[in-house]
């Protein structure tokens, strides 16, 4: 139903991830209306009870980064969200689907928001960018069985 | 004659008599309204007696529930430390000003340039009525509150593929609503299809009812007209002199109001839940004034700037080690007779905590809900000059679900900021992983939708996604009935020297009132606890 990870327009999501990549920290002034908006993620803001992007990469940069931030790199505070980027406990695919789907600690369940191939497809995602690269995708019917 | 007069009649013979003759609930009324049932479990102040004899205890969080806390037990001669990681008081109960920086995870740093007196809330923002904890609170600190406007009848309630896209009045849409639905309940009654539900006489009554309910006319119809129109508005207002006629309005058709989905903002609880009703409260100035009136008695006590790492315990103590934020370097470390933990349960299940299995199961089950506020500063307060809202909120099936009206320094000349989207859910996610500045872009691109205004008087605004906020890591704990069922018990426990206090140990989650009573139930059985403790300490010495 929705495209997996390697057929997601890798050209309309770099503008965003020029955007998002640009720096850790970015002042705000935010009255300058007037400069170009950046190409949005497309299916971002699509539905209020689902998240309705397509494919891993859009999946990522419109929902994860407002935790583990651009690039997987993580954020620290009073706890802290891990960084996916070179995290060796993505090696079992089991255990990224199973957070997505039912949460852990300060990890949302968001089972409800996703459909089997979106959780596929942003696990498949995970796995093999931000320095991790590992050969095992995920199907849809591995994360229908996670439910 | 003396012997047949009955005994004087006592209130609690009264109330007999009312319960006998009315049921439960004219019982329950009756006693609110002589004053013996309190309407919220908050019981008035709090009375901790009996000689605490200074024994020492730890708080960690300075949130509401940890400074009422530490109000109650320093008053109680408890020997009370705080520790806060932010650099203010206040936790959740915060207002952002001009002039204020606000770093979130990420590093992305806000600069809130408002002009004096203006402010968002980024967290709570309204006090209901029957929170009486809170606003007891307020009074006994001396925190001035005004109304908050939580109904405005004419504010909008708009979606994007109905209406041709143009927001309509809360007024009009409330009002058809209940109109039709009161013309088809008469039809049937009319008809005599209630016949076992309803009683004969009671039709007669339930008909005028409706009439009444519905603004229906004379025929039971709900159609455009005097009744109609002194619910819904008129097209025409009625006047005064040679133009005083008044035009009436014409409802829009039931279909309307369904297959557009704009039902949804009139028709469910969104106006209407207990939290909503009328009246509430806000703070005068913004919601930390209250956190700042805190400040000011145990203010003394709290060590900001300081990051908890480890929680343990033995049987006779706690160790709290802990980082200063603004001079990293090797840890810190109190010790206190108890702890009370207010940490946010998405943080505190990353901190190491010796606690027992179940409390430890209770900590780690709690996730916490998304949500995003954004405030707009306008060069103008058009809501009020071009569209006649005065506080309150509009409702949108756009991304921005919310549009928050201020309820301070309303008919203003100068700027005002509203709060520009107040979002939960999918959404809410999704603004979270926007920069800050194309949260408030985007804010004022669906925002024009329903106010053209904005992109002439827009002038800057701040967004905060309360999963990005250091602190916290999310907004409120969400309770599922299972969750409950399994861990909320064993959340709330004393466990050895620990307990812990916050909305998340409540069942009034991410409300203000909710915090407090947790933290006055936690504080009232620790005490119960440390007299005991304190005899049979006091026997052991004795040889």
Same mark, same amino acid.
């Given at each position: 139903?929705?495209?997996?990870?390697?057929?997601?327009?890798?050209?309309?999501?770099?503008?965003?991830?020029?955007?998002?990549?640009?720096?850790?920290?970015?002042?705000?002034?935010?009255?300058?209306?007037?400069?170009?908006?950046?190409?949005?993620?497309?299916?971002?803001?699509?539905?209020?009870?689902?998240?309705?992007?397509?494919?891993?990469?859009?999946?990522?940069?419109?929902?994860?980064?407002?935790?583990?931030?651009?690039?997987?790199?993580?954020?620290?505070?009073?706890?802290?969200?891990?960084?996916?980027?070179?995290?060796?406990?993505?090696?079992?695919?089991?255990?990224?689907?199973?957070?997505?789907?039912?949460?852990?600690?300060?990890?949302?369940?968001?089972?409800?928001?996703?459909?089997?191939?979106?959780?596929?497809?942003?696990?498949?995602?995970?796995?093999?960018?931000?320095?991790?690269?590992?050969?095992?995708?995920?199907?849809?019917?591995?994360?229908?069985?996670?439910? | 004659?003396?012997?047949?007069?009955?005994?004087?009649?006592?209130?609690?013979?009264?109330?007999?008599?009312?319960?006998?003759?009315?049921?439960?609930?004219?019982?329950?009324?009756?006693?609110?309204?002589?004053?013996?049932?309190?309407?919220?479990?908050?019981?008035?102040?709090?009375?901790?007696?009996?000689?605490?004899?200074?024994?020492?205890?730890?708080?960690?969080?300075?949130?509401?529930?940890?400074?009422?806390?530490?109000?109650?037990?320093?008053?109680?001669?408890?020997?009370?430390?705080?520790?806060?990681?932010?650099?203010?008081?206040?936790?959740?109960?915060?207002?952002?000003?001009?002039?204020?920086?606000?770093?979130?995870?990420?590093?992305?740093?806000?600069?809130?340039?408002?002009?004096?007196?203006?402010?968002?809330?980024?967290?709570?923002?309204?006090?209901?009525?029957?929170?009486?904890?809170?606003?007891?609170?307020?009074?006994?600190?001396?925190?001035?509150?005004?109304?908050?406007?939580?109904?405005?009848?004419?504010?909008?309630?708009?979606?994007?593929?109905?209406?041709?896209?143009?927001?309509?009045?809360?007024?009009?849409?409330?009002?058809?609503?209940?109109?039709?639905?009161?013309?088809?309940?008469?039809?049937?009654?009319?008809?005599?299809?209630?016949?076992?539900?309803?009683?004969?006489?009671?039709?007669?009554?339930?008909?005028?009812?409706?009439?009444?309910?519905?603004?229906?006319?004379?025929?039971?119809?709900?159609?455009?007209?005097?009744?109609?129109?002194?619910?819904?508005?008129?097209?025409?207002?009625?006047?005064?002199?040679?133009?005083?006629?008044?035009?009436?309005?014409?409802?829009?058709?039931?279909?309307?109001?369904?297959?557009?989905?704009?039902?949804?903002?009139?028709?469910?609880?969104?106006?209407?839940?207990?939290?909503?009703?009328?009246?509430?409260?806000?703070?005068?100035?913004?919601?930390?004034?209250?956190?700042?009136?805190?400040?000011?008695?145990?203010?003394?006590?709290?060590?900001?700037?300081?990051?908890?790492?480890?929680?343990?315990?033995?049987?006779?103590?706690?160790?709290?080690?802990?980082?200063?934020?603004?001079?990293?370097?090797?840890?810190?470390?109190?010790?206190?007779?108890?702890?009370?933990? !207010?940490?946010?349960?998405?943080? @505190?299940? +990353? %901190? *190491?905590?010796?606690?027992?299995? =179940?409390?430890?199961? $209770?900590?780690?089950?709690?996730?916490?809900?998304?949500?995003?506020?954004?405030?707009?500063?306008?060069?103008?307060?058009?809501?009020?000059?071009?569209?006649?809202?005065?506080?309150?909120?509009?409702?949108?099936?756009?991304?921005?679900?919310?549009?928050?009206?201020?309820?301070?320094?309303?008919?203003?000349?100068?700027?005002?900021?509203?709060?520009?989207?107040?979002?939960?859910?999918?959404?809410?996610?999704?603004?979270?992983?926007?920069?800050?500045?194309?949260?408030?872009?985007?804010?004022?691109?669906?925002?024009?939708?329903?106010?053209?205004?904005?992109?002439?008087?827009?002038?800057?605004?701040?967004?905060?996604?309360?999963?990005?906020?250091?602190?916290?890591?999310?907004?409120?704990?969400?309770?599922?009935?299972?969750?409950? !069922?399994?861990?909320?018990?064993? @959340?709330? +426990? %004393? *466990?050895?020297?620990?307990?812990? =206090?916050?909305?998340? $140990?409540?069942?009034?989650?991410?409300?203000?009132?909710?915090?407090?009573?947790?933290?006055?139930?936690?504080?009232?059985?620790?005490?119960?606890?440390?007299?005991?403790?304190?005899?049979?300490?006091?026997?052991?010495?004795?040889?």
């Amino acid at each position: 139903m929705t495209a997996p990870s390697n057929r997601t327009k890798p050209l309309a999501l770099a503008a965003v991830l020029a955007v998002l990549l640009g720096g850790p920290a970015s002042a705000g002034h935010m009255d300058t209306l007037g400069s170009p908006p950046p190409e949005p993620v497309p299916g971002t803001f699509g539905d209020p009870t689902h998240f309705t992007e397509a494919g891993g990469e859009a999946i990522y940069v419109s929902v994860c980064t407002g935790c583990h931030m651009p690039g997987g790199r993580g954020a620290i505070g009073a706890g802290a969200y891990p960084a996916l980027a070179k995290n060796p406990k993505l090696e079992a695919a089991g255990y990224p689907i199973a957070i997505v789907l039912h949460g852990q600690k300060a990890m949302p369940p968001l089972g409800d928001y996703f459909s089997d191939q979106q959780v596929a497809d942003v696990v498949n995602y995970l796995r093999s960018h931000f320095g991790n690269d590992y050969k095992d995708p995920v199907s849809a019917e591995d994360v229908k069985a996670s439910r | 004659m003396s012997e047949a007069n009955p005994p004087p009649l006592t209130r609690r013979h009264l109330l007999s008599l009312i319960g006998t003759a009315a049921g439960s609930s004219a019982m329950y009324m009756a006693t609110s309204s002589l004053g013996l049932a309190a309407t919220s479990d908050y019981a008035g102040p709090i009375k901790l007696e009996g000689d605490a004899k200074g024994t020492s205890i730890l708080i960690l969080g300075a949130g509401l529930a940890g400074l009422v806390a530490a109000l109650e037990l320093r008053k109680a001669g408890y020997k009370v430390t705080v520790l806060e990681y932010n650099d203010k008081i206040g936790g959740r109960n915060w207002s952002l000003r001009g002039g204020d920086r606000y770093t979130e995870l990420g590093g992305f740093t806000q600069e809130c340039r408002f002009d004096k007196d203006l402010y968002l809330n980024p967290g709570p923002w309204r006090l209901p009525y029957h929170h009486n904890a809170i606003l007891d609170y307020c009074s006994r600190l001396g925190v001035a509150l005004e109304p908050f406007v939580q109904v405005n009848h004419n504010a909008y309630v708009h979606v994007s593929k109905g209406f041709g896209g143009k927001p309509q009045r809360y007024r009009e849409m409330v009002s058809d609503f209940a109109g039709h639905t009161s013309e088809l309940l008469a039809k049937v009654t009319g008809q005599n299809q209630l016949d076992e539900a309803v009683s004969k006489e009671d039709q007669e009554k339930l008909l005028a009812a409706l009439k009444g309910w519905g603004a229906l006319d004379k025929d039971y119809k709900y159609q455009a007209g005097t009744e109609a129109s002194e619910r819904r508005g008129w097209d025409k207002d009625p006047g005064g002199g040679l133009s005083a006629v008044p035009v009436p309005s014409t409802p829009v058709g039931l279909s309307d109001l369904l297959n557009t989905n704009i039902w949804q903002f009139v028709a469910t609880g969104i106006q209407n839940n207990y939290e909503m009703q009328t009246p509430l409260f806000q703070p005068v100035g913004g919601m930390d004034m209250i956190s700042r009136a805190f400040g000011r008695e145990v203010g003394d006590l709290v060590r900001l700037n300081s990051k908890v790492t480890a929680i343990h315990q033995t049987e006779s103590g706690v160790t709290i080690t802990y980082q200063d934020t603004k001079t990293p370097g090797q840890p810190l470390q109190a010790k206190a007779d108890w702890c009370l933990c !207010t940490i946010p349960l998405s943080v @505190l299940s +990353q %901190i *190491d905590i010796s606690v027992g299995t =179940a409390m430890k199961a $209770a900590i780690d089950a709690v996730p916490y809900a998304s949500a995003t506020k954004i405030g707009l500063q306008f060069k103008r307060r058009f809501w009020e000059q071009d569209d006649r809202i005065y506080g309150g909120m509009s409702y949108t099936d756009l991304p921005i679900q919310q549009i928050g009206y201020p309820q301070h320094g309303i008919f203003g000349k100068g700027k005002g900021v509203l709060l520009g989207a107040y979002v939960w859910g999918p959404y809410s996610f999704e603004f979270a992983a926007l920069p800050p500045e194309e949260r408030v872009r985007k804010a004022v691109e669906y925002g024009a939708q329903i106010h053209p205004q904005y992109p002439a008087e827009f002038e800057n605004g701040v967004a905060v996604a309360w999963h990005r906020r250091p602190s916290n890591l999310g907004c409120f704990g969400v309770w599922t009935d299972e969750a409950r !069922t399994q861990h909320y018990q064993d @959340l709330c +426990q %004393i *466990d050895g020297r620990i307990l812990l =206090a916050g909305e998340h $140990a409540s069942y009034i989650p991410a409300w203000q009132e909710g915090a407090i009573l947790s933290s006055l139930d936690a504080i009232t059985r620790l005490h119960q606890r440390v007299l005991a403790g304190a005899t049979s300490h006091s026997q052991r010495a004795t040889p």
